[in-house]
């Protein structure tokens, strides 16, 4: 377990339950993003991309990013089993022990970190309420702001490539999102609020459809992933970030290799920022492929995108990194 997996456990209460609503809690793993770009990398890459050489800084934005990832998981996490967080007093307490650290780390970098803190969790909680699923791009970056508040703290804002990087991140992040959406369609049905980008906003019969158009969604998905990010290269100068993006390219490339024999119809268009998911061809598509046998997608997650193997770890020094802090 690295420190900032053993500091979320820390943070939480003594008893704090370990599953609610029969879900297990994210594991401090999963919380921190071990491995991963947004998450416990993203202190590094900053550092990287930013030439900022203080050890102290490089130690504060990792343990800074590792605490605001884990609350957006919790939180999430909260949201999607359908609790009120006022009944599990614990795990409110876990969140506000983050939120006060978040913000102690914070103060060493900006003059108004309560300020900033308060501003970027208020823009955070409502985006999940009033997510809007004509702006997917925006709501989606809405949704996940927390994770680019260290985009606000000197001397990160004061950079000229300060909306360069945090530009690209977001892409990156939409990347992801896609990716998870693909796999949970039939999941987020479920949820209390839908926010899923290829049904939110859709009626329950088009959402079914959808649903089941998976095989003819994926080649032309996995095609449209790639093209987006691959232009993502030329913002990064740092082996983190740049190595992130090879491998998801990769990645990429991999799973349309394995699906070639699906069709493909081209069900995407725009950038990221002006993403748009085209209805019409999918029942267009249906028409003309009335039977297309549904592979196994289980192994389509952001988690296999996102996350460095170990190897790549120890090639670009990332796990002496987060040993040393």
Known sequence: MTEYESRIVELAPFNIESSIAGNPLPSPSHC????????ALLGRSISEEFRIGER?????????????????????????????????????????????????????????????????LDTYQRAY??????????????KCNLIFLPFELEPVVLHHRRNEVLESLKYYLFALQLIDDFQDMEEDQKAPKNHNLFVTGLE????????????????????????????????FLGDTALSTIQHSLSWLCDKEKEHQSLPYIEVFSGQFHDYC???????????????????????????????LDPSLLQVFGVERMLDEG
């Open 56 to 120: 102290s800084f490089k130690k504060t934005i990792t343990q800074l990013s590792c605490l605001l990832r884990s609350y957006i998981v919790i939180d999430d996490f909260m949201k999607d089993s359908g609790v009120e967080l006022a009944d599990f007093p614990d795990v409110e307490l876990w969140l506000k022990n983050i939120s006060d650290e978040c913000i102690e780390l914070i103060s060493s970098y900006t003059a108004n970190s309560t300020e900033l803190w308060c501003h970027y």
């Open 129 to 142: 309420v009033s997510f809007d699923y004509l702006r997917p791009f925006e709501s989606v970056i809405e």
């Open 204 to 235: 329950k019969e088009t959402v079914r459809l959808v649903a089941n158009a998976r095989s003819i969604i994926a080649r032309s998905l996995f095609g449209y992933i790639r093209e987006n990010i691959s232009r993502l290269q030329g913002s």
């Open 32 to 39: 921190v993003g071990t491995g991963k770009l947004l998450g």
């Open 277 to 307: 998911f085209d209805i019409e061809k999918i029942h267009s598509a249906l028409s003309i492929y009335t039977y297309v046998e549904t592979p196994c997608f289980k192994e389509i997650r952001a988690e296999g995108m996102h996350t």
